[in-house]
């Protein structure tokens, strides 16, 4: 037994000097300033790799300046009765939504247009919630300097156009040229400028300003803020690479003002906002409005849908 215990101890004598060799060989080599010099240039070269090819994952995981972050929706009330429009705003409020984003849809001829268009800034103005207004790419000059006449001081945020890289011009299929979008961008300029300072002017682009970037650069000009949608996937992988690129061409802080998925796997549209959510959070991004709160056209709408409670459990804890 006492030759046994010895022989024990013998080996772990010599386990512990090959250990004790291992880690002096270890440290001999990182103190190589040829090997510590390699390592730093691998680890470099691994970091902007992630952002090149994989910026989701590296925005997501980042840790970065965390400020206020703004939650905002479309509410397309033109789509409910007047009667239901300050419940479903409430609704929003509640949820914790600090933007609620309307297209001037204002039809003169129709009565219950301007009821609806009353009862809609009537709900938000008790409420204290912000208000961001479309002008429409085609919208007459008339309609728009009326409707603003009449509520455009309930309005917080102007957007002036809506994806004017890619927006059709009046003829079916054709693209506006450069001149037609800096033409219809003017006048709706003029006609939101004097609401400054109290309103903000905005446009929002879609990925199609990659390949007209001198869109942004030049109606950046006369903005406050640019905006970006965001509807696909794939747009939601390659998005911190859109937003880099506005900021460093305009000067301009991003909002991404369009955000939603189109789908009626409620799971699937559910894990699509909230993952969005956490990314344009993680960027530095000081806000995000969701595409929409209701829509009959489409399945981008979250009312009453489990995307709608998750959102609202998101806000509560990250805002």
Known sequence: ??????????????????????????ID???NGIVRTLVLICLCMILVMTQVFFPHLYFS?????????????HYVYEQDSTNQISTEVSRIHELGFSVI?????????NPESSRRTDAFYAATRSLGVDVSLIIPNHERSNTTRYYLNRWG?????????????SSQSWDAGALFTDDEIMSKFEEAYRLAEPYRPGVKLYTNFGPGFVVRSNLPVTMSEKL???GLDVFMESYLILSPH???????????DVVITEFGMSTSDDAVQSDFIQRGLNLFKSMGLSGCWLTYWNSELDNYGIRG???????????AQNT
């Open 1 to 26: 037994m006492k030759i046994y215990r010895q022989q024990r101890m013998c080996v772990f004598s010599d386990l512990k000097s090959v250990e004790v060799m291992g880690l002096n060989r270890l």
């Open 29 to 31: 080599i990182l103190n």
């Open 61 to 73: 995981t980042a840790n970065r300046r965390s400020g206020d972050f703004e939650v905002g929706i």
């Open 101 to 109: 984003r309307v297209t001037l849809g204002y039809d003169p001829l």
């Open 153 to 165: 001081e309930n309005v917080a945020y102007i957007q002036i156009l809506n994806e004017p890289d």
């Open 224 to 226: 406050d803020f640019v």
């Open 242 to 252: 859109f937003v880099e690129l506005l900021r460093e061409s305009t000067h301009k």
């Open 305 to 315: 849908r489990l995307a709608e409670r998750t959102v609202g459990e998101w806000i």
